[in-house]
């Protein structure tokens, strides 16, 4: 959520069970306010909050070219000092998903983490990682896999660089109750003519990112709407606490996530 809209968008990220109180969001403000001055970025977002046993992670993003590539993430637990998340290893990505002790709160902590699918005598058996890789690792599967953008709000220019659209007006009611209108915020995965393929009103500055529409299994995401059809709420059942809204018809919107980091394998069997 943009940092310099907080307090606008917090009544729709309570109303939806998540708690920005007034003194969080104050802090947030000023932290990252200063965060984006002495770090030069054109926008600081913030993308939520990791609970932890000694005092929960907050993490935020800040942008400065290109809103995809050029993403860094910051977290901190105290507001005064934001530090920068290492890039997550693809190990640590995986190690991150079957790890299911809470986080601790300690990000110099060293973790010892057993892999059950493999044999006691395989030298993979047991890795070791730092809690700060498995935040940095946890945060990018989140990012790859629930982290949305409303259709138009983000534009891909002819130089191919991606940025957050300053002319996104919202999607109107039609649009919103569709899921192809909801795209991921990551490089896209599927070939590039695949929303040519399945969208009459194709338009590759827009649709250039891959529609949560076409995520595995079907039922995925829940998708509502509240306050008399005028703002719709985007959850991943995968990643319990993530959340995203968008009132329709303005450019207010926003993705959040709250919880503990780890991620639901009984999607499946549930839908």
């Given at each position: ?88 290893k693809k190990k ?135 306050q008399s059809g ?42």
């Amino acid at each position: 959520m943009n940092v310099h809209r907080l307090w606008d968008y917090k009544e729709y990220a309570n109303v939806n069970g998540a708690m920005l109180t007034s003194e969080l969001v104050t802090r947030l403000q000023q932290s990252l306010t200063l965060l984006q001055a002495e770090s030069h970025f054109t926008h600081v977002l913030y993308w939520g909050q990791i609970h932890a046993v000694d005092g929960d992670y907050h993490l935020a993003v800040g942008i400065t070219h290109d809103a995809i590539e050029d993403r860094k993430y910051f977290y901190t637990k105290d507001f005064h000092y934001w530090t920068l998340l290492p890039k997550a290893k693809k190990k640590y990505k995986h190690l991150s998903l079957i790890t299911s002790f809470p986080f601790r709160g300690d990000p110099t902590l060293k973790l010892k983490i057993e892999d059950e699918e493999l044999e006691d005598d395989d030298p993979d058996k047991c890795k070791e990682m730092l809690e700060e890789s498995r935040l940095a690792a946890t945060v990018s599967n989140i990012s790859e896999e629930a982290e949305v953008c409303a259709r138009g709000q983000l534009l891909r220019r002819p130089d191919c660089t991606a940025v957050i659209n300053p002319h996104f007006y919202g999607l109107d009611a039609s649009e919103g109750k569709q899921l192809q209108s909801y795209l991921h915020v990551r490089p896209a995965q599927q070939r590039w003519n695949t929303n040519l393929l399945t969208r009459p009103d194709y338009n590759y500055s827009m649709d250039f990112l891959d529609s949560i529409d076409r995520d595995i299994p079907s039922g995925c995401w829940n998708l509502s709407l509240e306050q008399s059809g005028t703002v719709v709420y985007l959850k991943s059942l995968y990643w319990p606490g993530m959340m995203y809204f968008h009132k329709l018809k303005t450019p207010d919107a926003g993705f959040l996530y709250i919880g503990n980091g780890r991620k639901n394998w009984d999607v499946p069997f549930l839908l």
